[in-house]
């Protein structure tokens, strides 16, 4: 058990640092952090529609692993 948990620990804390990355890589609606950190200027430089919906169904692809390593964590911890 002591194994399992040691690999979710990691999964965990690999998919929160590529949750970050990957939300602040999204194109900025304007007033928001990413304009802050110049986000405002790269989206009318070339971002397409299809990078944003891949980036959209990756993003969603990492926070369902992050919420069922959170659920299998919880699991673990009641055993």
Do not use: C, P, Y
């Not at 926070?63 to 009641?78: N, P, R, S």
């Amino acid at each position: 058990m002591d194994t399992l948990k040691i690999i979710l620990q990691v999964v965990l804390v690999i998919t929160s640092l590529a949750n970050v990355m990957l939300v602040l890589m999204h194109k900025g609606k304007g007033g928001g952090l990413s304009d802050m950190f110049g986000g405002g200027m790269s989206a009318t430089v070339g971002s397409s529609g299809v990078a944003e919906r891949n980036l959209n169904r990756i993003t969603v692809g990492f926070v369902l692993v992050w919420v069922l390593t959170i659920v299998a964590l919880g699991l673990l911890a009641t055993i």
